[in-house]
């Protein structure tokens, strides 16, 4: 996260992300298990929900504020985790927590990993739901 930007909110997002089994762009006939999305519940310290996280990818408050970014770096998570990640808000939509969010941090992730069962022209269209809990981490100005 750049200099001079301090925390604004700290969350646990508990959730699930799918992923279907797909035909590989570049390798006609061999298949493989292609993220779709996140949903998960964000959870203040005290495991009190306070927003969600989806597609986009979103983050939205209770207090009905969002907002939404794009990766900007990514690093390795403990095997078996989906990577750390940090994204560079777009400015919020609506009035509240979100509001001057400009980063977000992915840290502590566990699970969400693609599916281990084999992905193969049979399995080709199933999706599969797989659990993770990650903490986002949010800082502004």
Known sequence: VPAGLKQTLATTGVGEITYECREKKDMAGAHE?????????????????VGKYYAGPTWEAT????VTGKQVAVAPAAPGSI?????????AMGVGAMQGV???????????????VACTAATKGQRQQVAYE????????
């Open 33 to 49: 298990w292609v993220f779709v999305a996140p949903v998960a519940t964000l959870y203040s310290m005290d495991r009190k929900p």
């Open 63 to 66: 207090d009905g504020s969002k």
């Open 83 to 91: 990577p750390l990640q940090l994204v560079k808000a777009d400015p």
């Open 102 to 116: 400009a980063y977000i941090q992915r840290l502590n992730t566990k699970g969400g990993v693609a599916p281990a």
């Open 134 to 141: 990650a903490d986002y981490v949010f800082y502004g100005s």
